[in-house]
């Protein structure tokens, strides 16, 4: 069992820049994919993006790409989420989800993930 708590939730304005983080209780294995999902109210979870445990391969949602940055680091068991140029269609809860075994497509769908967080609120006002 692996348990995850993600942090750095928050009100912020258009524009604005936050960072999120996910803390794992223990030290993942070479196959695990971290990812970020979020879920606006009455709206399906949305995949964000997501990391390999090297942290060489990152993929992005397409409503985040090129503001959003995913990184992780294994010794702190830590993934992080930068959002950057934040908007307000941005507002949801951040979920930090973890894969154990091996994946052929870091594309990963709520089905995939074997862990979850609590989840952490991101409101972006206008």
């Known amino acids: 069992q692996v348990q995850l708590v993600e942090s750095g939730g928050g009100l912020v304005q258009t524009g604005d820049s936050l960072r999120l983080s996910c803390a794992a209780s223990r030290r993942t294995r070479s196959t695990n994919v971290m990812a970020w999902f979020r879920q606006a109210p009455g709206k399906e979870r949305e995949f964000v993006a997501a990391?390999?445990?090297?942290?060489?391969?990152?993929v992005y949602g397409d409503s985040v790409k090129g503001r959003f940055t995913i990184s992780r680091d294994n010794a702190k068991n830590s993934v992080y989420l930068q959002m950057n140029s934040l908007k307000p269609e941005d507002t949801a809860v951040y979920y930090c989800a973890s894969r154990q075994n091996y994946i052929a497509t870091l594309y990963l769908t709520p089905d995939d993930c074997d862990y979850w967080g609590q989840g952490t609120q991101v409101t972006v006002s206008s």
């Open positions: 990391i390999s445990w090297s942290g060489y391969s990152t």
